[in-house]
């Protein structure tokens, strides 16, 4: 735990970007720790009662107190004998006084945020594989090292705090939607931000492209960054160049040149630079690209760029091949939207001989965007030649019904040999391979990294590259 202590006078009169509306009881107690979680109070800590939409923190307050909580972030006056600080908005509130109290992390580091339907977690740990080479010390924060793509504001200031106590210069992060909408970067200042592409995903909670665009839109004004690295090949990264007020860096596809491409390697030239990186597929170019222009924008020299990428090692469950001294290949890859599938299977086409075929094991998570099922049904029957619909996830739905929803995607005039519905995912990914002959490509999408798999209430262990490993070790 960051050891810290401000009085709550100074923290009030810190945080200039919040209207604090009254301050109610004693304001020179000692300040050491803010939280919006009860169960996480400790003696000397602020207790953030944000309003949600399920429960309301105002009625964990006395909770807090009895845990230690010696003042309240409310956006109501209650009767509780602690100093209370009112405010219009806590959620957007906490952060500014998060960051205040750890004082300021992010200004004391180099933060640069990611974000886009694809590509973060590549993107940002190729982007700190390069300012480590610079000579910062850099650390990633995202979906690879924590339960949340981007942590609650008050865990993520404490989180920056720890990174600047640590030594380091960098911090990478990505940075999502729901981030964005639900105020958890507030508080965070960004030296630059990385725009990937937007494609179709979460409209169940953004409801519109327009509304998802208009989310990640946010983080490339003055309010968080100072400069947006931006993908030009994507229709919605032009619309943010023509936009956005902010210094800009564009890049693209035609930025590379000499492009090779295999399971676990690809190779260009950039700025008269020869790149190297030990992630195959032909899409993480891009990722490439975007890491590279963000850190020459910083400042990175070109041959930094190249020894740094040329460092990186695989990201889990990113196009991650699993070799078990097989005549076929088999990758896993977290692709859980249409453009990150089609990208996907396009890579793996590029990848086998005419004769060979891709086969696809994926299915899509329960509880999430209904629309882009048959999207994805389709774009596997017309890429793949066999493919396999399993469960990903299905949680509180009926795993029966959201197979049949990707099914119905699938064309009559689709060029897929076979179609076919596993439920069970470990069934679905042993038949996939036990299916697949020499120069074959096998692709398990969706789950990635994962390790646990959730059907109802229960979450079982589940890892595709360990279960493909299982699966191919037992066969040889």
Same mark, same amino acid.
């Given at each position: 735990?960051?050891?810290?202590?401000?009085?709550?006078?100074?923290?009030?009169?810190?945080?200039?970007?919040?209207?604090?509306?009254?301050?109610?009881?004693?304001?020179?107690?000692?300040?050491?720790?803010?939280?919006?979680?009860?169960?996480?109070?400790?003696?000397?800590?602020?207790?953030?009662?944000?309003?949600?939409?399920?429960?309301?923190?105002?009625?964990?307050?006395?909770?807090?107190?009895?845990?230690?909580?010696?003042?309240?972030?409310?956006?109501?006056?209650?009767?509780?004998?602690?100093?209370?600080?009112?405010?219009?908005?806590?959620?957007?509130?906490?952060?500014?006084?998060?960051?205040?109290?750890?004082?300021?992390?992010?200004?004391?580091?180099?933060?640069?945020?990611?974000?886009?339907?694809?590509?973060?977690?590549?993107?940002?740990?190729?982007?700190?594989?390069?300012?480590?080479?610079?000579?910062?010390?850099?650390?990633?924060?995202?979906?690879?090292?924590?339960?949340?793509?981007?942590?609650?504001?008050?865990?993520?200031?404490?989180?920056?705090?720890?990174?600047?106590?640590?030594?380091?210069?960098?911090?990478?992060?990505?940075?999502?939607?729901?981030?964005?909408?639900?105020?958890?970067?507030?508080?965070?200042?960004?030296?630059?931000?990385?725009?990937?592409?937007?494609?179709?995903?979460?409209?169940?909670?953004?409801?519109?492209?327009?509304?998802?665009?208009?989310?990640?839109?946010?983080?490339?004004?003055?309010?968080?960054?100072?400069?947006?690295?931006?993908?030009?090949?994507?229709?919605?990264?032009?619309?943010?160049?023509?936009?956005?007020?902010?210094?800009?860096?564009?890049?693209?596809?035609?930025?590379?040149?000499?492009?090779?491409?295999?399971?676990?390697?690809?190779?260009?030239?950039?700025?008269?630079?020869?790149?190297?990186?030990?992630?195959?597929?032909?899409?993480?170019?891009?990722?490439?690209?975007?890491?590279?222009?963000?850190?020459?924008?910083?400042?990175?020299?070109?041959?930094?760029?190249?020894?740094?990428?040329?460092?990186? *090692?695989?990201?889990? %469950?990113?196009? !991650?091949?699993?070799?078990?001294?097989?005549?076929? #290949?088999?990758? /896993?890859?977290? @692709? &859980?939207?249409?453009?990150?599938?089609?990208?996907?299977?396009?890579?793996?086409?590029?990848?086998?001989?005419?004769?060979?075929?891709?086969?696809?094991?994926?299915?899509?998570?329960?509880?999430?965007?209904?629309?882009?099922?048959?999207?994805?049904?389709?774009?596997?029957?017309?890429?793949?030649?066999?493919?396999?619909?399993?469960?990903?996830?299905?949680?509180?739905?009926?795993?029966?019904?959201?197979?049949?929803?990707?099914?119905?995607?699938?064309?009559?005039?689709?060029?897929?040999?076979?179609?076919?519905?596993?439920?069970?995912?470990?069934?679905?990914?042993?038949?996939?391979?036990?299916?697949?002959?020499?120069?074959?490509?096998?692709?398990?999408?969706?789950?990635?990294?994962?390790? *646990?798999?959730?059907? %109802?209430?229960? !979450?079982?262990?589940?890892?595709?590259?360990?279960? #493909?490993?299982? /699966?191919?070790? @037992? &066969?040889?």
């Amino acid at each position: 735990m960051i050891s810290t202590s401000l009085k709550l006078s100074e923290i009030i009169a810190g945080v200039t970007a919040v209207i604090v509306r009254e301050v109610i009881g004693d304001t020179n107690i000692s300040v050491t720790d803010i939280t919006h979680d009860s169960q996480k109070v400790v003696v000397g800590s602020i207790f953030c009662c944000v309003v949600g939409e399920r429960t309301d923190g105002h009625n964990f307050a006395k909770d807090a107190i009895k845990n230690g909580a010696s003042a309240l972030l409310v956006e109501r006056h209650l009767d509780v004998n602690v100093p209370q600080i009112v405010v219009q908005d806590v959620r957007t509130a906490m952060g500014f006084f998060a960051a205040e109290l750890f004082g300021r992390p992010s200004n004391q580091m180099v933060v640069v945020g990611v974000t886009g339907t694809n590509g973060k977690t590549t993107t940002s740990h190729l982007l700190a594989a390069i300012l480590n080479q610079h000579g910062w010390p850099t650390a990633v924060f995202g979906t690879l090292s924590s339960a949340r793509t981007t942590p609650e504001s008050t865990d993520l200031q404490r989180s920056l705090a720890h990174e600047a106590s640590q030594g380091r210069k960098a911090v990478v992060m990505e940075v999502s939607s729901h981030a964005l909408v639900l105020r958890r970067v507030e508080g965070t200042s960004f030296r630059a931000s990385v725009f990937t592409n937007l494609g179709q995903d979460h409209l169940d909670f953004h409801n519109s492209m327009e509304s998802y665009f208009a989310a990640k839109a946010q983080l490339f004004t003055e309010h968080y960054s100072q400069i947006g690295v931006v993908n030009r090949d994507d229709v919605y990264g032009r619309l943010l160049l023509d936009t956005m007020t902010i210094d800009a860096e564009a890049y693209a596809m035609s930025d590379a040149s000499e492009i090779s491409a295999d399971v676990s390697h690809l190779s260009f030239r950039w700025r008269g630079e020869q790149i190297n990186v030990s992630i195959g597929g032909y899409f993480n170019v891009m990722n490439a690209l975007a890491a590279a222009s963000a850190a020459a924008k910083l400042g990175v020299a070109t041959s930094d760029i190249a020894i740094g990428l040329a460092a990186a *090692t695989a990201v889990p %469950g990113r196009f !991650e091949s699993v070799s078990c001294g097989q005549d076929f #290949a088999v990758v /896993v890859d977290r @692709a &859980i939207t249409p453009e990150a599938l089609c990208a996907v299977l396009i890579a793996a086409r590029k990848l086998v001989q005419t004769s060979s075929r891709v086969i696809v094991v994926f299915g899509c998570g329960g509880d999430r965007d209904h629309q882009k099922r048959p999207k994805m049904g389709q774009i596997a029957a017309e890429l793949a030649d066999i493919v396999y619909i399993t469960n990903d996830n299905p949680r509180s739905e009926d795993p029966q019904v959201i197979a049949n929803s990707i099914r119905s995607g699938v064309a009559s005039s689709h060029r897929a040999l076979q179609v076919g519905i596993v439920l069970d995912r470990r069934d679905a990914i042993t038949d996939a391979i036990k299916t697949a002959r020499r120069g074959d490509i096998v692709v398990i999408a969706g789950k990635g990294n994962e390790s *646990t798999q959730t059907i %109802g209430s229960c !979450e079982i262990d589940f890892n595709d590259v360990i279960v #493909a490993q299982k /699966v191919l070790k @037992a &066969i040889s």
